[in-house]
């Protein structure tokens, strides 16, 4: 063998080494050039799974940003709302200023005198008293609403913070073996009741050393605040409230149910409607036998005809009250000595005044259901416009929501 032939077979040998090598590392994501080693590009199932990773940790930090954003504006809604209420109620004490210095006397839309707008004040509930229970049940007591003939009514607060309104009955009727009987009996009733328009019963109990009944808490003004603080409402809001009372009244009666105190202290006055509250005294109508010695029950100026003779009591009673409620309302209760009923209504829209005329009936088969007063004011499809309430009502209600204790 030659030297040339040799040389020329070397050269091929080592090309054809090179080649197997260069094609055996290639599939290892390197390139072999000489002594020099290149990388290359990833595979693209390990690119896809990079990109992957990235775009779930673009995301992720996307939503901490979107729900921290969402966090911020709540905080801001909060706090515009209650400045606006302070500002609000400060407007309302610089026109009750005006009204006090210029002893003007307004009217409403339904052309009834009132009196001048009386200063707003900042809600105070009273403070727990020494002997009053810190605890009922598992609900812990932080303030008085108010006292009544069954008892003593608390704010409360559930195990998860909710506020609730919760009544303690007297001990001298706790002492009652029969009255503890009704107490639970009323509690069997006033759980069925449901809508919109009451305060639904949250948790009772007729055992222990005094029976308790917890509702939910409706923070607002009764009726009778609003109308002993600003007299007689606008013609809309009594249409919205009467729609709201008769919408209660038709869960109530759905029930078996008859409220026997329907009037403007058991009504509140809340954000975005009226509320029926106070089961205490309602008895349900298959509960006769517990309720023939029982004492008169309801407030004078409210009790239909049949209340004060001792008749049989139908729902029709509520219906009496319910018209009441709406007279007083809308300015035209308590009717004057001597009054006609016609007369004392006079001033009211012909709607209004048709359905206090009805409601007031002598004859209780005579008065309308609940669903015939919705039927009668229910009006067309369209919603009016604007607050229900009015400006210095609307201004109660958001200082009832802001409402503290007191420390007096």
């Not at 054809?16 to 390197?30: C, H």
């Not at 009255?179 to 006033?190: P, Q």
């Not at 008769?246 to 009226?274: F, Y």
Request: glycine residues 10%; aromatic residues 4%.
């Amino acid at each position: 063998m030659d030297l040339e032939r040799t040389l020329t077979s070397r050269e091929e040998i080592n090309a054809a080494l090179r080649g197997v090598l260069d094609e055996a590392t290639g599939k290892w994501g390197i390139r072999v050039n000489r002594v020099k080693l290149k990388e290359i590009e990833p595979p693209a199932a390990i690119r896809a799974a990079m990109e992957g990773q990235l775009r779930a940790d673009r995301e992720k930090r996307a939503a901490i940003l979107q729900a921290e954003g969402v966090r911020q504006s709540e905080i801001l809604r909060a706090e515009g709302e209650k400045q606006a209420a302070i500002l609000r109620a400060e407007s309302e004490v610089a026109v009750a200023e005006i009204h006090r210095r210029g002893g003007a006397r307004a009217a409403t839309p339904n052309g009834v005198p009132v009196r001048p707008v009386r200063p707003v004040r900042p809600v105070q509930h009273d403070p727990l008293q020494p002997g009053d229970p810190r605890r009922i049940g598992r609900y812990r007591l932080t303030a008085r609403l108010g006292e009544g003939g069954m008892g003593t009514v608390y704010l409360g607060l559930s195990p998860g913070e909710r506020q609730v309104a919760v009544k303690v009955v007297r001990a001298d009727l706790a002492a009652d073996p029969g009255f503890r009987k009704r107490f639970a009996r009323e509690i069997e009733s006033v759980r069925r009741v449901g809508g919109f328009h009451t305060a639904p019963v949250v948790n009772a109990s007729a055992e222990g050393e005094q029976p308790w009944l917890v509702t939910e808490y409706i923070p607002g003004p009764s009726l009778a605040t609003v109308l002993r603080e600003h007299g007689a409402l606008p013609a809309r809001t009594v249409r919205t409230l009467a729609l709201g009372v008769a919408e209660a009244l038709e869960g109530i009666h759905a029930c078996g149910i008859v409220h026997r105190d329907l009037k403007p202290g058991n009504i509140i006055i809340a954000e975005t409607s009226a509320r029926v509250i106070d089961f205490g005294i309602a008895r349900a109508l298959d509960a006769t036998a517990l309720t023939r010695t029982d004492f008169l029950i309801g407030t004078l100026g409210f009790l239909a005809p049949e209340q004060l003779t001792g008749a049989p009591l139908t729902p029709a009673v509520d219906a009496y009250a319910f018209g009441m409620v709406l007279a007083h309302a809308c300015g035209a209760a308590p009717f004057p000595a001597g009054a006609e009923l016609g007369a004392a209504l006079r001033s009211l829209p012909s709607d209004l005044s048709a359905i206090v005329t009805a409601c007031l009936s002598p004859d209780p088969a005579a008065r309308p259901t609940p669903a015939q007063i919705l039927e009668r004011l229910g009006g067309g499809d369209a919603k009016p416009e604007g607050d229900w309430l009015p400006p210095a009502v609307r201004t109660m209600v958001d200082l009832h929501n802001m409402a503290t204790v007191s420390n007096d």
